[in-house]
T-cell receptor, first 114, second 110 residues
């Protein structure tokens, strides 16, 4: 089983709909992240959380919100989806200790907004 | 945010060496990373280098870091078709935030 699980893996929706992408992890990591990947743009950070009570905006948080329901769960919401939010979304975790802060990624959620 | 830049494509023949280059802007980066993304999958850590090192070698992989020029490179020796993937350079700042380049798509021709 994957250590970082994202659901759904694929979703097609219409403009204006509310969408939630969910992420759960079994690694016991405190730190969780949501990234967006667009071709030729690499990964852009949307939101991140360093523990259950901590939520921080990333580079491109407009149009998105998050909820850290538990140490293991971090969900991303699009309140009113628009076509330019069509992208591949990745959840990631890290241990956050001093030293190499390797990120562990889920397999991605492909979202298409029509 | 910080700026991390990479070329978008690299094509090599099987058996040749591949060199993927990256430049970054944050001189206070603590660690620099190379991640690999295979089709349909998330990113996986390939290797990393601490900012006070110049070079790190790990089997077929060699990472070179030039702090003065803020330049990082990944050399893959004896490139195989299985190395075809997108390679991302990333830097980690003092606040444990990661900044990724656009990714270099490596195509290995048989």
């Amino acid at each position: 089983d994957a250590d970082v699980t994202q659901t759904p893996r694929n979703r097609i929706t219409k403009t204006g709909k509310r969408i939630m992408l969910e992420c759960s992890q079994t690694k016991g990591h405190d730190r969780m992240y949501w990234y967006r990947q667009d071709p030729g743009l690499g990964l852009q950070l949307i939101y991140y959380s360093f523990d259950v009570k901590d939520i921080n905006k990333g580079e491109i948080s407009d149009g998105y919100s998050v909820s850290r329901q538990a140490q293991a769960k971090f969900s991303l919401s699009l309140e009113s989806a628009i076509p330019n939010q069509t992208a591949l979304y990745f959840c990631a975790t890290s241990e956050g200790t001093e030293g190499s802060g390797e990120l562990f990624f889920g397999e991605g959620s492909r979202l298409t907004v029509l | 945010g910080e700026d991390v830049e990479q070329s978008l494509f690299l094509s090599v023949r099987e058996g040749d060496s591949s060199v993927i280059n990256c430049t970054y802007t944050d001189s206070s980066s603590t660690y620099l990373y190379w991640y690999k993304q295979e089709p349909g999958a998330g990113l996986q850590l390939l290797t990393y280098i601490f900012s006070n090192m110049d070079m790190k070698q790990d089997q077929r992989l060699t990472v070179l870091l030039n702090k003065k020029d803020k330049h990082l490179s990944l050399r893959i020796a004896d490139t195989q078709t299985g190395d075809s993937a997108i390679y991302f350079c990333a830097e980690e700042d003092n606040f444990n935030k990661f900044y990724f380049g656009s990714g270099t798509k490596l195509n290995v021709k048989p």
